[in-house]
Each structure stands twice: as structure tokens, then as C-alpha cells.
């Protein structure tokens, strides 16, 4: 028999092929919708938990229009707010130097809790709004972050300056076991904010799972590898033409030994931390900068940023003496 499902609508969305298209309830469609803005822009896709039941959850976020699609346990999606629209998710928010994240970003609400795992039927409709989503606005998987990396808190009593850590929403979407069940290979490398001194650390566990190791999620959805990614480069615009290489005249080195003989160094190691446009500055995509991997050597200017790998050994010409 079928369950009938009150005034829902049920619109389907078409989502990537292999997937198939999911519907989309619209019982909870915001009554804030059609006051809200368009966007101009929308670069990042913010993850969050709402800490509290769906019934609940639901109800407020709608009445607030508080996101664009909130996900429920059995994998059910809601639209909240058009997905074109600004929604109020982020809060005081900042990420790379820009604040507002509400203006270029859209938020989705996942039932449950920052710190609990969440059943596969949830995190399969997750992965599938998210996938739409990153198609439609060309996003790339570290740009999938959760609330807790761009909510930032301002002076308060506790709190002497500006500090990441107002709160830990979503935070176990930052879990590399969390992000390959959700079909995301990488993840900011670290929080471009604190690096530049925007803002400082003001929940260290927090800042612990978002750009170190702890993993809590690996024994339900088993560990991961990602790739670690600089959130602060730029992704080269799509169709763009790569920078024709300026030592075309010199034939392309194919091995580490090849690299010596023309006179190139190794000048730094990547890490999770130490990345490309750290150890060799603004030359870190040039022609004549190269990367050696497992004996494999990447020119500069063919290096795609979302393959930085630790371990890449980074080279550049040898400076003369004298000059
Ligand atoms: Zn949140």
C-alpha cells in the first residue's frame, strides 16, 4: 500500500548519472523563501549537523529559512530555500579572507551530531545532493567544508581575539573516512585564515580534526586516505589554456638523474603543511619548476593542485654562484 505523504511534492533532481535522481520533499519549503536574495557567486558547499532531531530540526530551519536542503536519517532531502538563494546557515562566517559565507555558499543541514556517525541511507543522499551541487557550481571537493571550518567567533570574555572554533558543527564531515564515504577525495590542508593571521585557534581539538589526524569515523565507515589540498590557490579556470612552458627549447627531464644533469635542485619536501606555494613561492606552478613522485616527474605548469601529494619532492634551477 502507499503511504501517503500528506502535501508533499516530490520534484525529481536529476543528480549524476550512475545515481539516478533523488526526490526532493518540499513539505518544508522556508515561508522566507521568496524574500530571500539570489546569489552572485557560490564557491563553497557548507556541511552542517543540526544537533537536534528531525521533527525539531526541520521545523526551525524552515521557519528561518536557515538552509538550502536538510537531510534526514532514513536519507529523506528537503528543500528548505531555493538552492540559487542566500539562506542564513553560516552565520558570522569567514573563509580565505572573505566573510559572509552565507553570500557565496550553499548549506546543507544533516540530521544529527557532530560527533556521531550517521546511516548509510543518510550519508548516500548526502554524497548524491552534494555531487549535484558540486556539478552545477563546478566546486571542487576540498571547497565541500563543514560550519565549524568558516564559523569564526569574535572578542568576547573567553576569548581575547578573533577565533575559529565558535563551534563544531559538522565537524565530522573533516574525517578522511567520513569524506571517502561521502565520495570526496581531499580536504583544505589547513585553515587559511589562521595561517594569515585573520583569526587565531580558539578550539584545539576542533583544529585537530579539521588538519590533523584524528579519525573517530574509521571503524564505522573504515579509513581513508584523502589528499590535502591549499585552499588558498586558486583552481585554474576550466578550458583555460596551460602556460605554454618557457623551457620548450630544453627537452623535459624524465627522471630525478635528468633533472641533476640540467641543473635543477631539490629545494623542499611537501607535507600537509609545507605546500607547493610555500616552498617555492609564486613559481610554485612555473615551467621551470618541477616535482618528483615515485620517480615520476611532474612539470610545474602540469601539476594539477588537487594531486599534490606529501612525500612530492619540489626542484628548481640551481642559483649560480655569484648572481
Ligand atoms: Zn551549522
Known amino acids: 500500500m ?25 513539505r518544508f519549503k522556508s515561508p522566507k523563501n521568496a524574500e530571500r536574495p539570489m546569489r552572485s557567486a557560490t564557491t563553497l558547499i557548507v556541511l552542517h549537523t543540526t544537533e537536534a532531531p528531525a521533527k525539531s530540526a526541520l521545523r526551525h530551519l524552515s521557519d528561518r529559512g536557515e538552509c538550502h536542503y536538510c537531510v534526514t536519517e532514513d536519507g529523506q532531502v528537503y528543500q528548505i530555500v531555493d538552492r540559487g538563494r542566500v ?9 580565505n579572507g572573505k566573510e559572509e559565507v552565507d553570500n557565496f555558499s550553499v548549506g546543507i543541514e544533516c540530521v544529527g551530531y557532530h560527533d556521531k556517525a ?76 589562521v595561517r594569515a593571521k585573520r583569526l587565531v585557534v580558539g578550539d584545539e581539538l576542533l583544529a585537530k580534526v579539521l588538519y590533523g589526524k584524528p579519525d573517530t569515523m574509521k571503524r564505522t565507515y573504515g579509513a581513508a586516505k584523502i589528499a590535502y589540498v591549499d585552499p588558498t590557490v586558486k583552481p585554474k579556470p576550466p578550458g583555460a589554456a596551460p602556460t605554454p612552458p618557457s623551457n620548450s627549447f630544453r627537452k623535459i627531464p624524465q627522471s630525478i638523474a635528468e633533472l641533476r644533469k640540467q641543473g635543477f635542485e631539490s629545494i623542499g619536501s611537501v607535507t600537509k603543511t609545507n605546500l607547493p606555494g ?33 612525500g612530492m619532492s619540489v626542484w628548481r634551477p640551481k642559483k649560480k654562484a655569484g648572481k
Open 2 to 26: 502507499m503511504r501517503r505523504l500528506a502535501v508533499a511534492v516530490l520534484v525529481a533532481l536529476a543528480v549524476s548519472a550512475s545515481r539516478g535522481a533523488i526526490p526532493i520533499v518540499t
Open 87 to 95: 539562506a542564513f546557515h553560516a552565520g558570522c562566517s569567514m573563509w
Open 118 to 193: 550517521m546511516p548509510m541511507a543518510q550519508i548516500r543522499s548526502i554524497s548524491a545532493v552534494v555531487k549535484f551541487l558540486q556539478k552545477t557550481y563546478k566546486i571542487p571537493d576540498h571547497n565541500v567544508v563543514t560550519h565549524s571550518q568558516v564559523a569564526y567567533g569574535n572578542v568576547n570574555k573567553w576569548q581575547k581575539k578573533k577565533h575559529r572554533g565558535r563551534k563544531r558543527c559538522g565537524m565530522l564531515f573533516a574525517m578522511p573516512s567520513v569524506r571517502n564515504a561521502l565520495g570526496l577525495k581531499s580536504r583544505a590542508a589547513f585553515d587559511p585564515d
Open 278 to 310: 610555500r616552498i617555492a613561492g609564486a613559481k610554485w606552478n612555473a615551467a621551470d619548476t618541477y616535482y618528483t613522485l615515485r620517480g615520476r616527474v611532474i612539470p610545474g605548469n602540469v601539476l594539477d593542485p588537487r594531486h599534490v601529494e606529501a
